[in-house]
């Protein structure tokens, strides 16, 4: 158990469709990433988040949107759906401090299938 | 442009044999790599990383070697066991700033009884 969790576990939805994954990262991490993992793509860097703002963007669409509250949860949005947004979002957190703060630790991920 | 990739897709190994999973990568500029080992159903788990200051880096079991002169990264398993059994995923440090990590393709390594 990493200490990353994420909701829901799974998540089945219509093409058009909007849906929010939720990830609560460890105790104590700032940071907060979001990956999606499909079978043609491999893991792919969508977002980073540290202490509610945003720091590094990598392939996110613009249909996708992402935030971190103060109580550093975080919130990926996804709307309009198609049916290649289908895949594995992971969310992981990485801990503060110069020595630790590239060890990302993931959360169990939602797989989410679009119909 | 900009890729993290492995040379081998599968290995199987026997079991107590040490296993090599190897990463090419391209940006000459990466300055931290890390491994990860992801099993059926789970997210990614990190095991080791290196800095590009470093050419070896040593852990329980593990051992990373970085080769700069060729981009080359590699994962040492020693005495692999059953429980090895994962997908291995090389990612690369892309910036300076935040964490842009580039993830390469993953080799799933197979442990034989």
């Known amino acids: 158990d990493s200490g990353v969790t994420q909701t829901p576990k799974h998540l089945i939805t219509a093409t058009g469709q909007r849906v929010t994954l939720r990830c609560s990262p460890r105790?104590?991490?700032?940071?907060v990433y979001w990956y999606q993992q499909s079978l043609d793509q491999g893991l792919q860097f969508l977002i980073q988040y540290y202490n509610g703002e945003e720091r590094a963007k990598g392939n996110i669409l613009e249909r996708f949107s992402a935030q971190q509250f103060p109580d550093l949860h975080s919130e990926l949005n996804l709307s309009s759906l198609e049916l290649g947004d289908s895949a594995l979002y992971f969310c992981?957190?990485?801990?503060?401090?110069?020595?630790?703060?590239?060890?990302?630790?993931f959360g169990p991920g939602t797989r989410l299938t679009v119909t | 442009g900009e890729s993290v990739g492995l040379h081998l897709p599968t290995l199987s190994v026997q079991e107590g044999d040490n296993s090599i999973i190897n990463c090419a990568y391209s940006n000459s500029a990466s300055d931290y790599f890390i491994w990860y080992k992801q099993e059926s159903g789970k997210g990614p788990q990190f095991i080791i990383d290196?800095?590009?200051?470093?050419d070896k880096r040593q852990g329980q079991r593990v051992t990373v070697l970085l080769n700069k002169t060729v981009k080359h990264l590699s994962l040492q398993i020693a005495a692999t066991q059953p429980g090895d059994s994962a997908v291995y995923f090389c990612?690369?440090?892309?910036?300076?700033?935040?964490?842009?990590?580039?993830f390469g393709p993953g080799t799933r390594l197979s442990v034989l009884p």
């Open positions: 990612a690369e440090k892309k910036s300076n700033y935040g964490q842009n990590f580039v």
């Open positions: 992981a957190s990485s801990p503060t401090g110069s020595g630790r703060r590239y060890e990302q630790y």
């Open positions: 290196i800095r590009s200051n470093m």
């Open positions: 105790s104590g991490d700032l940071s």
